[in-house]
């Protein structure tokens, strides 16, 4: 196991009706600025319930929070929070908008321009504290201290890390997600999902409790997906679901093993190119990345096949054959295409994919440095159809 | 799952040389008060690696907090503090160091009696901030808010619990116990595999990432445990352990589930009248609960039987019965033994024990409360030989 560090003060207020308690904790006396997204939490109760638990608290709101927030939209949110002095900002809805909450936070205070907390790792000194109350479970920002943000002037989308933007505290209540699209729940499925591989599909580092509680995660996520994605508004599917999205990227499930992004970096460019929802990249490029790495993660991919899927018989190499099909049907089964071509993409994009790795400093990206800028050809090839 | 909430921020500072880095954590300027226990850390070389790391900083020195820390040791630490400025505590040592750390820093700004933290659940207003640096892994207090104490003067022994007595950090470097005898190394695989178990042999709740979460701290002491038994200076296998031992009672597995912790209850009047290690009582008493109430913990005690031990044959009263046996199989394997016989305890103490139980206002403990006192009597006596 290696050393690490972990902290993780984030409070966790879980479960029905914990909207209702919001207002003990918020600190008395500040003005909250409520900030949110396209709207969905009208239609479905949630800006009510919010409204109603926060009475006797001086409010503002910011709607307008976009799928892949940008750069300009909260910038006009922190002009409006300079003028109307808020105090406490209070996130809510899905990644997108408590993500955008964080770069807010840090941008109301930074001198000079703040895309170059993104842009240059400018170091951040001080953030307007903040809750979230979650809608929609999927990336765990609500308890890690990560956020991704676009920039729509240059088209540049990036991510920054700093424990002072982590939540004072996150709601997370499913009923708030029973009237969620049956896509939406999909992608938070896969996107919980490959969280916990990127964390946990590398190779053996004597840490068999990571290992174990990475499997606990995946084996819950493959039981209980189907459930939810059949039905939302069953509430304990919902709650679990919820409890593993929110575990799957807090931290915990990475201290002390090597992690590997490789399947996040090549899926943004999928985003980037296409417009691709972020999960439904993954479950395009997780199985290219397992078929052309099987002898290198063969160990921890024959592990996974045992303990996940219970793939007993066989030899290794068809363990991993059978495990990486059981994982393409799970994604398929929740509507999740697994192929370049059910997205129409072709071997041009592939093409300028690999081009723009080359182009970049980093030689190679992901678990052991491995992904080559031909090894990424090679996994997108493997895709295509 | 039942409605929860969950914040440990307690900053985990976890591997080899890890003490080194103690002098990052500490504020500055503060005077620290080095709190130990009977003196291991002189003979194992974390003393002096603790003064090292401390190098320019002010520090004072109290020692001798003993096995089950007592008040009255505690409160001479306590004039030592106000006698001397000190401003900053840091415990080295076990579980008992600790704990008695934690009283002490309620204790310092407590206005009147601070056994009334314990006698009368007094609220705690103020502490003073600690670190730790962890010796021994197996009570979980060093990513926890729970201590418990004895009085010397009245033969108590209480525990408190508050969020204010977290440690703001504990080192957790598994050199450090690499000397430990094997009995005390025995003790904390028995003490962590039972807390674990009190979160969660109850009954099936909709939590099956927190059942898992469980078993992967239980698979994962059955595995490496043996392993530190037979040579605690087997670095990788000692990680493993105090990882374990520190998720086991942080917090998290017991969110949204029901708890039990009967076993503790029973195993504490052991101690009580016979000073046996509270571990060891833990180990006679938990096959006699799981004995008397086969039934109502069925369900789980099947699905524990299943994945901890993978016992897939017999009708479920069988697996159930197997499970008992491997258990204990296991702890005697640990050279724990199971019996009262075996601290040549008999009816009589069972007999005081359950006069004890009837005396207490409460009617009965554990999981939905079925621990009356005849129940209470019936698990004793099955242990009896």
Same mark, same amino acid.
């Given at each position: 196991?290696?050393?690490?560090?972990?902290? !993780?003060?984030?409070?966790?207020?879980?479960?029905?009706?914990?909207?209702?308690?919001?207002?003990?904790?918020?600190?008395?006396?500040?003005?909250?600025?409520?900030?949110?997204?396209?709207? %969905?939490?009208?239609?479905?109760?949630?800006?009510?319930?919010?409204?109603?638990?926060?009475? *006797?608290?001086?409010?503002?709101?910011?709607?307008?929070?976009?799928?892949?927030?940008?750069?300009?939209?909260?910038?006009?949110?922190?002009?409006?929070?300079?003028? =109307?002095?808020?105090?406490?900002?209070?996130?809510? *809805?899905?990644?997108?908008?408590?993500?955008?909450?964080?770069?807010?936070?840090?941008?109301?205070?930074?001198?000079?321009?703040?895309?170059?907390?993104? %842009?240059? !790792?400018?170091?951040?000194?001080?953030?307007?504290?903040?809750?979230?109350?979650?809608?929609?479970?999927?990336?765990?920002?609500?308890?890690?201290?990560? =956020?991704?943000? %676009?920039?729509? =002037?240059? *088209?540049?989308?990036?991510?920054?890390?700093?424990?002072?933007?982590?939540?004072?505290?996150?709601?997370?209540?499913?009923?708030?997600?029973? %009237?969620?699209?049956?896509?939406?729940?999909? !992608?938070?499925?896969?996107?919980?999902?490959?969280?916990?591989?990127?964390?946990?599909?590398?190779?053996?580092?004597?840490?068999?409790?990571?290992? &174990?509680?990475?499997?606990?995660?995946?084996?819950?996520?493959?039981? +209980?997906?189907?459930?939810?994605?059949?039905?939302?508004?069953?509430?304990?599917?919902?709650?679990?679901?919820?409890?593993?999205?929110?575990?799957?990227?807090?931290?915990?499930?990475?201290?002390?093993?090597?992690?590997?992004?490789?399947?996040?970096?090549?899926?943004?460019?999928?985003?980037?190119?296409?417009?691709?929802?972020?999960?439904?990249?993954?479950?395009?490029?997780?199985?290219?990345?397992?078929?052309?790495?099987?002898?290198?993660?063969? +160990?921890?991919?024959?592990?996974?096949?045992?303990?996940?899927? !219970?793939?007993?018989?066989?030899?290794?190499?068809?363990?991993?054959?059978?495990?990486?099909?059981?994982?393409? +049907?799970?994604?398929?089964?929740?509507?999740?295409?697994?192929?370049?071509?059910?997205?129409?993409?072709?071997?041009?994009?592939?093409?300028?994919?690999?081009?723009?790795?080359?182009? &970049? &400093?980093?030689?190679?990206? *992901?678990?052991?440095?491995?992904?080559?800028? +031909?090894?990424?050809?090679?996994?997108?090839?493997?895709?295509?159809?």
């Amino acid at each position: 196991m290696d050393n690490f560090e972990f902290c !993780n003060p984030v409070r966790i207020i879980f479960g029905k009706d914990r909207i209702r308690d919001l207002n003990e904790y918020i600190p008395s006396g500040v003005k909250v600025m409520i900030i949110y997204g396209g709207g %969905s939490i009208f239609r479905n109760g949630v800006y009510e319930k919010v409204k109603n638990a926060l009475k *006797g608290v001086n409010t503002c709101e910011f709607g307008g929070v976009e799928p892949n927030p940008c750069h300009e939209t909260c910038m006009r949110a922190v002009t409006q929070i300079r003028d =109307s002095g808020v105090d406490f900002l209070l996130a809510v *809805g899905g990644g997108s908008v408590i993500d955008a909450t964080k770069y807010i936070a840090a941008a109301v205070y930074f001198k000079g321009d703040p895309w170059q907390i993104l %842009s240059r !790792n400018a170091s951040i000194n001080k953030t307007m504290p903040f809750g979230s109350v979650l809608t929609l479970p999927a990336t765990g920002t609500e308890m890690n201290a990560n =956020s991704v943000i %676009s920039k729509q =002037s240059s *088209g540049e989308k990036l991510a920054f890390s700093d424990p002072k933007v982590m939540p004072q505290f996150s709601i997370l209540d499913p009923t708030t997600s029973a %009237s969620l699209p049956q896509k939406q729940v999909a !992608n938070g499925i896969v996107d919980a999902f490959v969280h916990v591989i990127e964390q946990y599909l590398t190779y053996p580092n004597h840490a068999p409790l990571q290992d &174990r509680m990475a499997e606990a995660i995946l084996k819950t996520l493959i039981e +209980e997906g189907p459930k939810v994605y059949k039905n939302p508004a069953d509430y304990d599917a919902m709650a679990n679901l919820m409890w593993c999205s929110t575990m799957a990227l807090n931290g915990l499930i990475s201290r002390g093993v090597p992690e590997d992004w490789m399947i996040h970096m090549i899926g943004h460019e999928l985003t980037a190119f296409h417009g691709i929802d972020h999960a439904r990249t993954l479950a395009v490029v997780l199985p290219g990345v397992w078929w052309v790495f099987r002898e290198e993660k063969g +160990e921890k991919l024959e592990q996974y096949a045992t303990r996940v899927w !219970n793939i007993h018989d066989g030899s290794p190499a068809e363990k991993v054959v059978r495990a990486i099909e059981r994982t393409t +049907e799970f994604f398929e089964s929740l509507n999740i295409a697994t192929k370049l071509s059910n997205y129409n993409i072709g071997i041009d994009t592939v093409e300028k994919i690999v081009q723009r790795f080359k182009k &970049r &400093r980093w030689t190679a990206i *992901g678990d052991r440095e491995m992904g080559t800028p +031909e090894k990424v050809r090679e996994i997108l090839e493997h895709q295509l159809k």
